[in-house]
């Protein structure tokens, strides 16, 4: 099945700045379908933060807006997540996913870790 790996996440402190990318076994996925970053905190729920449409439109979440920034260079490229300005609330597991049904497999996500 098509794979999702997830990487650069870490520990950051709160105001600092960590970039992450999305790789996946089929890349050409990333030039046909809206794919998007999702995070899920501690007890909470899985949430879409940003998605990105094959014609570059862009999607952020209020919570985010204004402070990251997502990308594509191209259907090759990996889709990167520039996180800015990072508050503890952003402490989560983030994953990359279409942004629509059927989803592809989860991956194993990014942790990121955000202290005051």
């Known amino acids: 099945q098509v794979q999702l790996v997830e990487s650069g996440g870490g520990l950051v402190q709160a105001g600092g700045s960590l970039r992450l990318s999305c790789a996946t076994s089929e890349s050409a996925f990333f030039g046909f379908y809206t794919f998007g970053w999702y995070r899920q905190a501690p007890g909470k729920q899985r949430d879409l933060v940003a998605s990105?449409?094959?014609?570059?439109?862009?999607y952020y979440s209020e919570s985010v807006k204004g402070r990251f920034t997502i990308s594509r260079d191209n259907a090759k490229n990996p889709m990167r997540l520039q996180m800015n300005s990072l508050k503890p609330d952003g402490t989560a597991v983030y994953y990359c996913n279409k942004d629509s049904d059927p989803y592809l497999t989860w991956g194993q996500g990014a942790q990121v870790t955000v202290s005051s």
């Open positions: 990105i449409a094959p014609d570059g439109n862009t």
